[in-house]
């Protein structure tokens, strides 16, 4: 159900029982797979000299939503989900279910996971690395400019199943480990191992992620949030998280 | 006078004198008042489970710029007022003449009084409860779960009067008095008091926001900021407040 | 080339070889020098009581990416390049090649030099005054009002050659010197003399940039910047840039 507004390149593959809103525009390097639905006043596709010829290739089963801009040359697993006004720029190679929420902006030349959730308004820069599993929340920017403006990019890696809290900043090259939580608007300056918190301006690590309790009044600890935070996620992965936290409570 | 290009469904139930710009989509479940303008590019109205068979409902002479998207099951009082590309969720209530400055980002399930006053950029999240004559500045997110990810929401309460200055977070659950001035890039993780100055991060009540001057030359405290600052209010307003303010000289 | 869905007031005045993509809209107040492209779903050349009659400019060889939207009353050099989604209100006056970033806010009645940088949203408010060559990176704030909500507008300035990293707020009335780096996520409140990092919150001046060398393993001084990085730059501005280093190596 293409509407008759949209205008979609004859060159661009399109899967069955798409959807494509009102004033939409599908350029030629365009795969998208079957069942998935573009909102209105998109723009998907768009070619430059930095795609260099690719496609942008959208797996099955995926919804973007309005007004959203998404440049060739990237690839996407199926079921991806993005809020309204998204950027994507070349070169993103993004893994299974990823959602990106309203306004978020990918600079592109980067690598995401499976199952990650960007949260509004969260900019990627380029040579960014981020693992399975990790939230990043509204107003978080990863940086890559050691000394602005210059040539050197070092791309922050954000290992899997950590969430970094709102405004938040990672500056150039650094490692934040897995099972980490980044409170809000902290400037993370150096690594953070796995399972720590790290908060502040410059960020200092301050514990264990283990040592938070939900706030909910159960009196159980928050982290990892595998334990208790399945909103969203198919069944066997559910299913192996309990088993990993069973085998070790305290991970 | 609605635009050739429009898509208004007949379903929707439009006032008298509206303008609908061209490229705008407006959905099913509408109820726009009277001498209201929306402009280009918007798409209005987007129902959702969440909005759960409840219209978008916007008071009469109100203005809505271009590229703004709102869901279905919100309700907005008279003279709202937008910038432009806002999105408002499902579940938004808001008071009178309402302005949301470009690129806000309102989650819905929120409480918004009346003559409030939204920056560009402002992020409400969902639970948020925010009073009257409230001001909120660009960049500045409110923010909802202690230990994200969760489904614990705890959302933060804005007294009347109040401004929130750029690039502040407000942490989850925390209530913030009335008539109290939070500084630009503030981190607030606790209650702040009424009338009170908070500022860094994290924030620390700095002392009454009477301390502070307007910075033109006159030598008068700048808070109440009611005592100075009438623009765009309506005369009945004003008169209350001058009368407040002479009762009460240091309020 | 103008798309046929594209709305283009006869009375703009278009040069020659220009392109307008689908579904955008040109206003009466607007002159678009030749050889200059502007995206799609565009809407250039807004009309108020702030533009006063007076028209949207903008020099030849410009380019608008898609979703952008100008306001009439503003006046744009050569070689203007913009993201996509920026908004640009009355009264924006700037010089020769600008940059400006996907999602940026200028909010006019500002000045802005020759081939100045704006990344990915940037919000320069009201009375800025940013100089030649600056760089300003994603989310950084230009504030102006010392007391908010007031009246009283006091403008930062920002020298030429300076840096600003992300995430940072100036507050009203700051004066940045020339050839300065402030450091990501920080809050100025203090003016920065010429050359001079200053970081954190309250942001505090941390010695000369030359101290900073670039993380590319050369050794060298990272800044002036001038003597390393010259992307997008014209040859005589570099040959300038490369005389002066010369004479002057360690400014």
């Keep these: 159900m293409i509407h008759p507004t949209a205008i979609v390149s004859p060159a661009a593959k399109i899967g069955k029982s798409i959807k494509i809103g009102a004033f939409s525009i599908i350029h030629d390097k365009v795969e998208i797979g079957d069942e998935s639905e573009i909102g209105s006043h998109c723009e998907i596709g768009i070619a430059t000299p930095l795609s260099d010829g690719s496609p942008l290739i959208i797996g099955a089963h995926s919804t973007i939503r309005s007004h959203s801009i998404f440049y060739a040359g990237s690839i996407f697993g199926d079921r991806l ?7 994507v720029r070349e070169g993103t190679h993004a893994g299974l279910n990823l959602q990106i929420g309203t306004l978020s902006d990918i600079q592109g030349d980067c690598t995401i996971g499976d199952y990650v959730r960007l949260h509004s308004n969260v900019h990627i820069g380029k040579k960014s ?14 940086t890559n400019d050691p000394t602005p403006p210059s040539s050197t990019l070092l791309g922050c890696e954000i290992g899997d199943y950590t969430a970094v809290a709102t405004m938040s900043v990672v500056l150039p090259g650094v490692k934040i480990g897995q099972h980490c939580l980044i409170g809000a608007h902290a400037c993370v300056g150096k690594n953070v191992a796995d399972g720590m918190i790290a908060a502040g301006i410059p960020a200092k690590t301050l514990g264990p992620t283990s040592n938070i309790q939900l706030r909910d009044g159960s009196g159980l600890s928050a982290y990892p949030w595998t334990t208790h935070f399945h909103r969203g996620y198919p069944e066997e992965i559910i299913k192996q998280w309990k088993k990993e936290n069973d085998d070790n409570p305290l991970s």
């Design 129 to 142: 690395v981020v693992g399975n599993f990790v939230w990043i929340f509204p107003y978080v920017v990863l």
């Design 81 to 87: 989900v993005t809020g309204h006004r998204v950027t």
